[in-house]
């Protein structure tokens, strides 16, 4: 098992565009996570899908931001305008509700500056 | 809403020790607690996950420790050694489907050889 593939790595852009990060969950997991870490709040839960339908986008900072799953196998989190204070690392997690005692997979992260 | 709060915020330990980590959470109605580890500038890695009706879990060096009714949960690392320095992180969920974690602000381990 691949575990769960983000891209990109690293995502280095300029104020005002747009920017879209990708996520490919682990096979057969059908809850996918999208959270946002920084020094100052941490890790926050920004948006979850529960088999494609978005659950909960409460965190979810403004209109700016948009996540989207059309497959159980591919999601995105758009960021469009960016600015600076998007700056962070977005992780993508995925897990099985019908297998609770695996717990929560995260990918590697995508690294994202906005200048 | 659930806090989860993770003691002490940095630990400087010689090899060879024993040490806790330690978590703790306001809400005690949750559904499972998961102890991971994250590397800098990498990802988080799942070290352990307790389900609300276990007290506790090992894996190797590492034994997890879940006192739900006090809101409290330990991490115990036995014999550490300079590849276990990371930052360590405790995280709640509530519901049963598809639920939200909540993270602790975590411990940043180094063990010095």
């Known amino acids: 098992d691949a575990g769960v593939i983000q891209s990109p790595r690293h995502e280095v852009t300029e104020m005002g565009q747009e920017v879209t990060l990708r996520c490919k969950p682990i096979s057969g997991h059908n809850s996918l996570f999208w959270y946002r870490q920084t020094m100052m709040r941490g890790l926050e839960l920004l948006i979850y899908?529960?088999?494609?339908?978005?659950?909960?986008d409460s965190g979810m900072p403004e209109d700016r931001f948009s996540a989207k799953m059309p497959n159980a196998s591919f999601s995105t989190l758009k960021i469009q305008p960016s600015e600076p204070r998007d700056s962070a690392v977005y992780f993508c997690?995925?897990?099985?509700?019908?297998?609770?005692?695996?717990?929560?997979?995260f990918g590697s992260g995508t690294r994202l500056t906005v200048v | 809403k659930q806090e989860v709060t993770q003691i002490p915020a940095a630990l400087s330990v010689p090899e060879g020790e024993n040490l806790v980590l330690n978590c703790s959470f306001t809400?005690?109605?949750?559904?499972?607690l998961q102890w991971f580890r994250q590397d800098p500038g990498k990802g988080l890695t799942s070290l352990l996950l307790i389900q609300s009706s276990q007290r506790e879990q090992t894996s190797g060096r590492l034994n997890a420790s879940l006192d739900k009714s006090s809101g409290r949960s330990t991490l115990y690392i036995a014999a550490s050694q300079p590849g276990d320095s990371a930052t360590y992180l405790c995280?709640?969920?509530?519901?049963?489907?598809?639920?939200?974690?909540?993270f602790g602000e975590g411990t940043q381990l180094t063990v010095n050889p």
């Open positions: 997690a995925s897990r099985s509700t019908g297998r609770p005692n695996y717990g929560y997979t």
């Open positions: 809400d005690s109605a949750i559904y499972n």
């Open positions: 995280a709640v969920s509530r519901e049963t489907s598809g639920s939200r974690l909540t």
């Open positions: 899908f529960n088999n494609n339908v978005p659950i909960d």
